[in-house]
T-cell receptor
Framework: EAQVTQNPRYLITVTGKKLTVTCSQN?????MSWYRQDPGLGLRQIYY???????DKGDVPEGYKVSRKEKRNFPLILESPSPNQTSLYFC?????????????FGPGTRLTVL | AQKITQTQPGMFVQEKEAVTLDCTYD???????LFWYKQPSSGEMIFLIY??????QNATEGRYSLNFQKARKSANLVISASQLGDSAMYFC??????????????FGKGTRLHILP
C-alpha cells in the first residue's frame, strides 16, 4: 500500500530534550516536506527536500533540522524543543517538485513540549 | 502578504445544499497549481482536487468542482449536494512553479464546514 508513515504518532516531552520524528514514504517520491499545524494558522511549511541531499527552508524553519540521506526517509529533528513547538506535525511527499503534483500526507504527529 | 486567503473561518450549511468555500491567491508566477484538501475530525489530510494555472476548464472530481477565475485569482471549492460526512476543515493550497527556484507550498488558514441534518 502506497503510504507516508510517521513515528511517533504522539509524543510528550520536556523542554530541551532532543527528539526526532521519523517520516518514510514507499512511493519513490522525490519531494518531501514537513508542516506544522496550529489552530487558526493552517499548515505552515517547515522544511522541504526536492531530492536526496537537497533540503530547503520553508516559512518556519527556526528550531528545526532535517536531513535527506535516503530518498524514502526525511526525519525532523528538534535539537532543543521549546513549548512553542507544541503542535501537530505532518510529513508529506509528492512525486516531483513543481506545481502539478498533489502531496500525500502522513497521519500526523502530535507533539507536546512541557 | 498572505499568498492564500480563505475568508470564511467557519460555515454552517444544511444537508443536501451546495456549498462554496472561498479561496483567493497571490502569485506573480505564470505556472502554478491550486489544491484543496479536507481534514476530518480524525486529523488526516485528504487530497480533493487540483487545478493547474494553464487548465482551461474547471476541475471536477465527483461532487467536488473548482471554480477557477484566473483574472480574479480565485479558486473556490464547490461541493454539490452536501452530506453529513462533508463536515471537516478544508484547506486551499498553492504550489508555484520554479520561477523563484524554490518549491514552497503555501496553505490557507482553512474553513471549518459544518453540515446540519
Amino acid at each position: 500500500e502506497a503510504q507516508v508513515t510517521q513515528n511517533p504518532r504522539y509524543l510528550i516531552t520536556v523542554t530541551g530534550k532532543k527528539l526526532t520524528v521519523t517520516c518514510s514514504q514507499n512511493m519513490n517520491h522525490e519531494y518531501m516536506s514537513w508542516y506544522r499545524q496550529d489552530p487558526g494558522l493552517g499548515l505552515r511549511q517547515i522544511y522541504y527536500s526536492m531530492n536526496v541531499e537537497v533540503t530547503d527552508k520553508g516559512d518556519v524553519p527556526e528550531g528545526y533540522k532535517v536531513s535527506r540521506k535516503e530518498k524514502r526517509n526525511f526525519p525532523l529533528i528538534l535539537e532543543s524543543p521549546s513549548p512553542n513547538q507544541t503542535s501537530l506535525y505532518f510529513c508529506a511527499s509528492s512525486s516531483t517538485g513543481g506545481p502539478y503534483n498533489e502531496q500525500f500526507f502522513g497521519p500526523g504527529t502530535r507533539l507536546t513540549v512541557l | 502578504a498572505q499568498k492564500i486567503t480563505q475568508t470564511q473561518p467557519g460555515m454552517f450549511v444544511q444537508e443536501k445544499e451546495a456549498v462554496t468555500l472561498d479561496c483567493t491567491y497571490d502569485t506573480s508566477d505564470q505556472s502554478y497549481g491550486l489544491f484543496w484538501y479536507k481534514q476530518p475530525s480524525s486529523g488526516e489530510m485528504i487530497f480533493l482536487i487540483y487545478q493547474g494555472s494553464y487548465d482551461e476548464q474547471n476541475a471536477t472530481e465527483g461532487r467536488y468542482s473548482l471554480n477557477f477565475q484566473k483574472a480574479r485569482k480565485s479558486a473556490n471549492l464547490v461541493i454539490s449536494a452536501s452530506q453529513l460526512g462533508d463536515s471537516a476543515m478544508y484547506f486551499c493550497a498553492m504550489r508555484e512553479g520554479l520561477l523563484n527556484r524554490d518549491d514552497k507550498i503555501i496553505f490557507g488558514k482553512g474553513t471549518r464546514l459544518h453540515i446540519l441534518p
